[in-house]
Structure formats: structure tokens, C-alpha cells
């Protein structure tokens, strides 16, 4: 989870197979980090929401078009050209 920013749903689950009892834990994460990029971590840039949110989208995708993001964001494609130049 190293590098990722956004929530985090943590499920664990166990099996006695002794008792038969079957437990679980669900836990919910917001992780607030540096962002992080492919040259590490992010600096000398603020931290937007924004890019926050791009950060997010890409990492969920890796694929992600920037068209599909300015869509996604309701951006312009010049913004997220501008934004992934800042993000490296």
C-alpha cells in the first residue's frame, strides 16, 4: 500500500476449523500521504485536491487516457496536460 493515497478497505478473514467459527474485520482507511510519483515522492509542488484526485485515478488505472480523466474531473485536457507535467 506503500504510495497510495485515497481509502483503503482492509477486510481480514479467519477460519477455525477446529470450532468451525468463521470471523471477520472490515477496516477503513483514509490515507492522506505524499503523493507519489514514478520519480518518487511528490515535491516542491503543492499538494492540490486536484491532483490528489488525478493521483488517485491513475493509480486505480494505470492506463487512464487524459481524456477520460478531464472527463472524470470535469476538466479540460489542456488542465490535466498541465497537472501530469507538475506530477511528473
Given at each position: 500500500m506503500e504510495g497510495y493515497v485515497g481509502e483503503i478497505l482492509r477486510v481480514g478473514v479467519n477460519y477455525d476449523q477446529k470450532t468451525k467459527i468463521q470471523e471477520c474485520a472490515i477496516e477503513r482507511i483514509q490515507k492522506n500521504g505524499p503523493l507519489k510519483t514514478k520519480n518518487g515522492p511528490l515535491k516542491n509542488a503543492k499538494v492540490?485536491?486536484?491532483?490528489?484526485?488525478?493521483?488517485?485515478?491513475?493509480?486505480?488505472?494505470?492506463?487512464?487516457?487524459?481524456?477520460?480523466?478531464?472527463?472524470?474531473?470535469?476538466?479540460?485536457?489542456?488542465?490535466?496536460?498541465?497537472?501530469?507535467?507538475?506530477?511528473?
Open positions: 492540490t485536491e486536484r491532483r490528489k484526485q488525478i493521483g488517485i485515478l491513475v493509480q486505480t488505472n494505470i492506463r487512464i487516457s487524459k481524456e477520460v480523466l478531464a472527463e472524470q474531473l470535469s476538466i479540460s485536457v489542456s488542465t490535466i496536460k498541465r497537472e501530469m507535467k507538475v506530477l511528473g
